[in-house]
């Protein structure tokens, strides 16, 4: 049987991102509201396709509390509760909607607290801190704000706000940290490293969300400091580009996606000249971004090289970085 790793769950959110990447220019009336519609669609069936064969391994192998433990693969799991509000929130009629997203916000609530409990009783070891780190309260929060705000739930969406800037601001610096001062991640985490242009994007998307569609100085603020991670970025393409393709992949998706929908608020508020082909250019940036991905991934799937075998019998040895794919 084969191990079925929690960032699977990456190929629908990254899926879903760039559905609101699309609707978000369709908004703007420079692409039509189908394709986003389609590619969120897509990231539902995705998502429970990926729940159902999660599910039956983690039956079968008893796996699933060793994975929400596990210090590297762990935070994933909130991939599994972020996806549904963000397709949700821009599909649905607004009572289905508000039953999903309040569902799912509560769950992604305590998942992040459950979490934040778990790193203080049970400790770690800091060299297993990775990116991956902000998706149970910080990226989990700032998506649940902007689905709240979506659904008109506004002063929910302000506390799910606080809840993701305050994780944010905690784990940023112990990450960077960890990532600047400490040996470098194993191959299969590598990609996590893109999750660093996350937190600013999606906080602005939250942030437009609540309060509207203007670069005021908080936006501006949260914009500085995404700037600085998605310039940081260049420096890595290299050790990038010498990586072995893995699910982990999906972690460019959704982190990007964030960044390109972000970026398309920006132009709709500055209107550049030229706004349409910027637009343009940054939809077929993140596409291809996104479709390449997939097609590694369908490849892998069909030449049985995408995920590893399952152990048996489950251990309860150290857990390592086949914890991701």
């Known amino acids: 049987m084969r191990k079925i790793p929690l960032n699977l769950f990456g190929t629908a959110f990254g899926t879903a991102g760039l559905g609101g990447t699309w609707l978000t220019a369709a908004a703007q009336g420079y692409a039509p509201t ?13 998502w429970a396709v990926v729940l ?5 391994y983690a039956i079968r192998q008893n796996a699933l509390v060793k994975d929400l433990v596990d210090p590297i693969g762990g935070p994933f799991a909130a991939l599994a509760l972020i996806t549904p509000m963000l397709i949700a929130g821009q599909t649905l009629p607004r009572p289905a909607a508000t039953v999903i997203v309040d569902v799912f916000a509560t769950l992604i609530v305590l998942h992040g607290s459950w ?32 689905s709240a705000a979506t659904v008109g ?15 944010w601001l905690i ?7 960890r990532l600047v001062f400490r040996p470098p991640l194993p191959d299969p985490l590598i990609p996590t490293i893109a999750i660093e242009v996350a937190p600013a994007a999606v906080a602005s998307l939250a942030y437009f969300t609540l309060f509207g569609d203007r670069v005021d100085t908080v936006a501006a603020l949260l914009g500085g400091y995404g700037l600085l991670m998605v310039l940081a970025q260049l420096r890595l393409l290299p050790r990038y580009a010498r990586l072995r393709f893995a699910p982990s992949f999906w972690a460019f998706t959704f982190a990007w996606a964030g960044v390109a929908t972000a970026a398309l608020h920006w132009l709709g508020w500055e209107r550049p000249v030229g706004q349409g082909l910027w637009t343009c250019l940054v939809l077929a940036a993140i596409t291809t971004l ?36």
Request: proline content about 5%; some cysteine.
């Open 153 to 167: 739930q506004h002063e929910f969406g302000v506390l799910l706000l606080g809840f993701g800037i305050i994780s």
């Open 115 to 146: 979490f934040t409990g778990q790193l203080i009783y049970a400790g770690m070891d800091f060299d297993q801190l990775h990116p991956g780190y902000f998706l149970p309260s910080a990226a989990g929060g700032f998506v649940a704000a902007a």
């Open 52 to 56: 159902g064969c999660y599910g039956t």
């Open 171 to 177: 784990l940023g610096s112990l990450i960077l940290g």
């Open 290 to 325: 996104v479709a390449a991905i997939a097609v590694r991934t369908v490849l892998g799937l069909l030449r049985g090289t995408l995920l590893p075998r399952a152990v048996l019998p489950v251990d309860t040895v150290r857990p390592t970085v086949g914890s991701v794919g």
């Open 34 to 46: 189908a394709v986003g519609i389609v590619l969120l669609a897509v990231a539902a069936v995705l």
